[in-house]
């Protein structure tokens, strides 16, 4: 086990709408990244924040959004959802451990948007 | 801009014998590499990672990786296939230039045969 929990597990919405993911990592673990995977392919990055800041971000629209907090939980937040929104979100959280860090990931979220 | 390549979609092995999945990737800095396998329905599990040093990194589970650098590639190995390494398995590429964003490959999906 990662230590890295995510809410909720599955999740249904309709195009338009507004959801709210959430990730829970380690004490300790003070950077967090969002990658979301499309169905049959790769994770792609969607931002990373470190100490409550967002310090790196992917090719996605404003209308992803996140935010990290104190007791090392954060939270992606999605507006005006599309339908290519559907997919498993996951959360990696990692800590500062040497020159490179490992990135330990979450079980997902897997959204689907009809 | 990095990338990672995985040429193979599937890769079918008998139990007992070796197992080898393929990796390329490209990046402009210093290339740090990972490995990561996901079962059905779950998160990304973490391998191994090559920073520095060694060509031949040994991870979790027997599996173990060699780094190429004229080939530029990162293939993971396990000398005795099991049933249970079937799943999917995935090769990310960090750029030392470019922060600490992890670029996917597109996943090799694993069947050992019994």
């Known amino acids: 086990e990662t230590g890295v929990t995510q809410s909720p597990t599955h999740l249904i919405k309709t195009r338009g709408q507004q959801v709210t993911l959430r990730c829970s990592s380690q004490s300790g673990h003070n950077t967090v990244s969002w990658y979301q995977q499309a169905l049959g392919q790769g994770p792609q990055f969607i931002f990373q924040?470190?100490?409550?800041?967002?310090?790196g971000r992917g090719n996605f629209p404003p209308r992803f959004s996140g935010l990290q907090f104190p007791n090392y939980s954060s939270e992606l937040n999605v507006n005006a959802l599309e339908l290519d929104d559907s997919a498993l979100y996951l959360c990696?959280?990692?800590?500062?451990?040497?020159?490179?860090?490992?990135?330990?990931f979450g079980p997902g979220t897997r959204l689907l948007v009809l | 801009a990095q990338s990672v390549a995985q040429p193979e979609d599937q890769v079918n092995v008998a139990e007992g014998n070796p197992l080898t999945v393929k990796c390329t990737y490209s990046v402009s800095g210093n290339p740090y590499l990972f490995w990561y396998v996901q079962y059905p329905n779950r998160g990304l599990q973490f391998l191994l990672k090559?920073?520095?040093?060694?060509?031949l990194v040994k991870g979790s589970y027997g599996f173990e990786a060699e780094f190429n650098k004229s080939q530029t590639s990162f293939h993971l190995k396990k000398p005795s296939a099991l049933v249970s390494d079937s799943a999917l398995y995935f090769c990310?590429?960090?750029?030392?230039?470019?922060?600490?964003?992890?670029?996917f490959g597109g996943g090799t999906r694993v069947l050992v045969k019994p």
């Open positions: 924040y470190y100490r409550e800041e967002e310090n």
């Open positions: 990310a590429v960090r750029d030392g230039a470019a922060g600490n964003k992890l670029t």
């Open positions: 990696a959280s990692s800590f500062p451990s040497g020159p490179v860090e490992t990135q330990y």
């Open positions: 090559y920073i520095t040093g060694d060509n």
